[in-house]
């Protein structure tokens, strides 16, 4: 039996996923991305090989339930919801710190 790599005390029903690599310039880079239907947020764990270093709920003010998560080749991240007028949102992540 092997420990979970991160729990939550409340399931936020994950729906898709996505990891975001191979965009250094992003402050995203090294994440996943975990969109929820029940938490009504986007997700994003913060990584280091397979160690979660930290957690950030992102459009916690859309309440909308989050369907799935797509990563572009041009770095942006897709997001889609569910409902009957669900919508597409493209979102840029933040530039990495220097």
Avoid: N
Avoid at 8 to 18: C, E, K, R, T
Avoid at 40 to 59: A, F, K, T
């Amino acid at each position: 039996m092997e420990r979970p790599y991160h729990v939550w005390a409340q399931s936020p029903a994950l729906s898709g996923l996505a990891f975001y690599t191979g965009h250094p310039q992003s402050a995203w880079s090294d994440s996943l991305l975990l969109g929820a239907l029940a938490g009504q947020r986007l997700i994003r764990l913060r990584l280091d090989g397979e160690r979660i270093l930290g957690e950030e709920r992102l459009l916690t003010g859309l309440h909308r339930r989050i369907r799935d998560v797509r990563v572009g080749d041009d770095g942006r991240v897709y997001v889609l919801t569910d409902a009957a007028d669900g919508c597409l949102l493209r979102l840029t992540p933040p530039a990495a710190s220097k």
